[in-house]
C-alpha cells in the first residue's frame, strides 16, 4: 500500500516567520499535488508538480519534488494570517487515483 | 464558477439506517470521486467512477456502494450505517485525464449515534 507521510502534523506560528512542511514516501509517484482545505469547506488545488527536482513558486508558496519523485516540500515565505489551513499532499498512483498524505494543519497568529 | 454540491453539510442517523449521500457537478466531468476524510488520516479514498455506470473500488469501499446513473451525479451509499463510519465525507471530480486537478465538494459531515 503506497502512503505519503506529512509532516510536522501541527503547525503554530507567528505572523512572519518562513515555515516548510515535507510530504514523505517510499513508493515513487508521477505527479504530485499540494491542496489547502480551510475550515468548513473542501480541499482546494494549489500546485501540480510533475518532474523530479521541478521546483514551482506560487506568491510567497515554493513548491519542489523531489529528484527521486517520492518526496515534496512546501515552503512559505513569511507566513500570514490568510495562510492558516490544513495542508495536504497527493500523489498520483496510477488508474485515476490520488494518494493523499496524512495532512498539516498550520495556524498562522497575528 | 465550477461548482460540486453535496446534498447536505450536516447529517445525523441512527446505526443500521441507510444513508443516502449525493453529488452533483457541473463542469461536465467524467471522474467523480468519494473519500472520507478523519483527522491524522488524510482522504482515504472509499469508491471512484470514471464514467457514467462505472464504478471502480478505492482503499476502503467496505460498508459504502455507490450509484452512478447520469454523468453530472455520484451517489454514496451506507447499507447500514454503523458508528465507526462517523467522518466527512468529501466528494470530488476531475476530467479524463489523470494529471488534472480535483475539484471538491464542501463535505458531508456525518455522525451515526
Known amino acids: 500500500t503506497q502512503l505519503l507521510e506529512q509532516s510536522p502534523q501541527f503547525l503554530s506560528i507567528q505572523e512572519g516567520e518562513n515555515l516548510t512542511v515535507y510530504c514523505n514516501s517510499s513508493?515513487?509517484?508521477?505527479?504530485l499535488q499540494w491542496y489547502r482545505q480551510e475550515p468548513g469547506e473542501g480541499p482546494v488545488l494549489l500546485v501540480t508538480v510533475v518532474t523530479g527536482g521541478e521546483v514551482k513558486k506560487l506568491k510567497r508558496l515554493t513548491f519542489q519534488f523531489g529528484d527521486a519523485r517520492k518526496d515534496s516540500s512546501l515552503h512559505i515565505t513569511a507566513a500570514q494570517p490568510g495562510d492558516t489551513g490544513l495542508y495536504l499532499c497527493a500523489g498520483y498512483s496510477g488508474t485515476y487515483k490520488y494518494i493523499f498524505g496524512t495532512g498539516t494543519r498550520l495556524k498562522v497568529l497575528a | 464558477d465550477v461548482k460540486v454540491t453535496q446534498s447536505s453539510r450536516y447529517l445525523v442517523k441512527r446505526t443500521g439506517e441507510k444513508v443516502f449521500l449525493e453529488c452533483v457537478q457541473d463542469?461536465?466531468?467524467?471522474?467523480m470521486f468519494w473519500y472520507r476524510q478523519d483527522p491524522g488520516l488524510g482522504l482515504r479514498l472509499i469508491y471512484f467512477s470514471y464514467d457514467v455506470k462505472m464504478k471502480e473500488k478505492g482503499d476502503i469501499p467496505e460498508g459504502y456502494s455507490v450509484s452512478r446513473e447520469k454523468k453530472e451525479r455520484f451517489s454514496l451509499i451506507l447499507e447500514s450505517a454503523s458508528t465507526n463510519q462517523t467522518s466527512m465525507y468529501l466528494c470530488?471530480?476531475?476530467?479524463?485525464?489523470?494529471?488534472?486537478?480535483?475539484?471538491f465538494g464542501p463535505g458531508t459531515r456525518l455522525t451515526v449515534l
Open positions: 470530488a471530480s476531475s476530467l479524463f485525464r489523470t494529471l488534472n486537478e480535483q475539484f
Open positions: 463542469m461536465d466531468h467524467e471522474n
Open positions: 513508493s515513487v509517484f508521477s505527479s
